[in-house]
């Protein structure tokens, strides 16, 4: 089979790890395009994605050129912290998000990606990928990033954290979002 | 004295009325100009209106315009909700802050307003005010908005809320960002 190549824009060493291991699996090189998306305020990660994207298609030549956006999206927070994941992250921590669920008992989640892909063409496709799960009452594992410790996907009693790359490359909201691209790469 | 007009970007009534309030004390008069400004991700409020202002400047034809971004930066959780404050009103809202601060003796928090003024000249003034406080134990009073009701300006026992507007427009972060707007305006 014939090897193809797409350029992956992201400043999350992680994040490249994780597209190239799902998109190995077709065949599909991923080339890291280190450099820094343009973000938007808004309450979906789809929207976040989608102008990231439009912005992306002016500023870098390389095609297809792929991009994402993902959040965790608690239920009993209002879907928060949702886009704002990262910065959630970087200022109340996983205890923050477990100290907001202290005393909650409905702890259902999900993570939800939005893959952006610029075709040769310029045209953008966005597909997204969600997994449902529920909130951990502490963190486990160590493998993974972000809030994977205390994630629990539905169907398994680790946390995303302690179940690692080859659970998440098959069932994770990033697996599921560009296993969806690679249709579209493949068809091109 | 001469009243000179200027143009106000927001879709927050309670904002518009506070700038009002603040440059009619220089006889400015402020005409509300409804519309979405285009708030990017950033970890400062700063940076949120110079891009707004950017690119409102190239959909906007009224002139001098005006727009402003802000948020309530809470020492203890590094700097959150800062710039997305809206968001995490509108998620967690007032008690969902407070949890966060639960058994936290440390309830210094400061209120940041930058204001952005487009000139006739399409040049771009930025300025910042900033009122230091600390959060309250419980929402208090119902006047003002957002996290008004867990705000205690420094020098003060009372909320924000429970203030009101005759204390805000002389002390609070969007008056002292607009007043150093004012004289840039009157010195147009």
């Known amino acids: ?18 597209v190239s291991d799902v998109l190995s699996q077709f065949s599909i090189e991923v080339v890291p395009l280190k450099g820094e998306k343009l973000e938007i305020q808004a309450d979906s990660v789809e929207e976040v994605a989608r102008f990231a994207a439009e912005e992306a298609k002016k500023r870098f030549k390389e095609r297809p050129l792929l991009l994402e956006d993902s959040g965790l999206f608690v239920d009993a927070l209002k879907g928060f912290p949702g886009p704002y994941s990262n910065y959630v992250y970087r200022t109340l921590g996983l205890e923050g998000l477990l100290k907001l669920m202290e005393g909650v008992e409905d702890r259902r989640a999900r993570f939800v990606c939005a893959a952006a892909l610029v075709k040769e063409d310029d045209k953008i496709v966005i597909e997204v990928g969600e997994v449902e799960g529920e909130i951990a009452y ?39 979002a560009f296993m969806k691209i690679a249709k579209h790469l493949s068809g091109e």
């Open 1 to 18: 089979m014939v090897s193809k190549k797409v350029y992956f824009l992201t400043s999350n060493p992680h994040k490249a790890k994780e």
């Open 138 to 176: 502490e963190p486990r594992g160590d493998k993974g990033f972000g809030f994977d410790p205390i994630f629990v996907p539905l169907g398994y009693e680790k946390t995303f954290a302690e179940l690692g790359e080859e659970v998440k490359k098959r069932i994770s909201h990033r697996a599921r």
